[in-house]
């Protein structure tokens, strides 16, 4: 039986995905990321699912030696990491990077200079891909894990207004003007008032990785 750690029992779950690009690709990757530092991603800030994301390149010569007797790496690639946390299962973030057509976009943009990349087109070739490329989280921290992203924005709204209500009933009020207060202080905050509790474990993958030829 899998054990799965308490950490990642909950509503957000982490990614890593770290794959190769050839070092003549070097200079590609680093203009692509500049130029998405620079670019209002909106579309992105719509996709409420995510937490965090975030995509770094990893020199050859910048990885890491533990000790000075241990032998330099002789790899032919630079490292691409892409590291993210998320609301819902895997296939669902992975469906919506694809299905999305402006968010596509952007992934064959970010990933067109990692070797093998599929581009996200067909579906099952892009999962095969980023499923194969993904390390196994070992560690995650998670503060609310039974909150998802809008779960916390509307928890930092319904702040906000419960303090503007406090500071509204400050003085001494009636009965009456009180319970007109309250009532459209909760008429407001309703929508505020979400659920939150940790979901069911997901399930395991359905895309198993397979063995890949790299191209240099």
């Known amino acids: 039986m899998t054990m799965t750690p308490k ?29 998405f530092r620079h670019l209002p991603l ?26 000075e007797d241990q032998p330099k790496e002789n790899w032919p690639y630079d490292l691409y990491l892409f590291t993210t946390n998320f609301n819902g299962s895997w296939d669902q973030y992975i469906d919506a990077f694809g299905r999305i057509e402006s968010v596509s976009k952007g992934l064959n ?20 891909y980023i ?23 509307m928890a930092l709204q319904l702040e906000r207004k419960l303090d503007d209500f406090v500071a509204r009933t400050e003085k001494p009020v009636d009965d009456r003007e009180f319970e007109v ?16 509790g940790r979901e069911d474990v997901p399930t395991n993958l359905e ?6 030829e790299l191209s240099q």
């Open 181 to 196: 207060l309250f009532n459209a202080f909760f008429d407001d905050v309703a929508p505020n008032l979400g659920q939150t």
């Open 7 to 35: 950490h990642l029992i909950g509503k957000s779950n982490p990614m890593t995905v770290i794959t190769p690009v050839a070092r003549w690709k070097r200079l590609g990757t680093w203009l692509v990321l500049f130029i």
């Open 42 to 67: 909106g579309i992105v800030k719509q996709l409420a699912f995510i937490h965090f994301a975030r995509w770094i390149t990893i020199k050859r010569e910048d990885l890491p030696r533990l000790t």
């Open 109 to 128: 943009m970010l990933w067109y200079t990692s070797s093998g990349f599929p581009g996200p087109w067909p579906m099952r070739l892009f999962k095969r």
């Open 131 to 153: 499923h194969y490329f993904e390390y196994p989280q070992y560690l995650y921290y998670n503060a609310y894990p039974g909150a998802a992203v809008r779960d916390i924005d």
């Open 207 to 212: 895309h198993r990785a397979q063995p890949l």
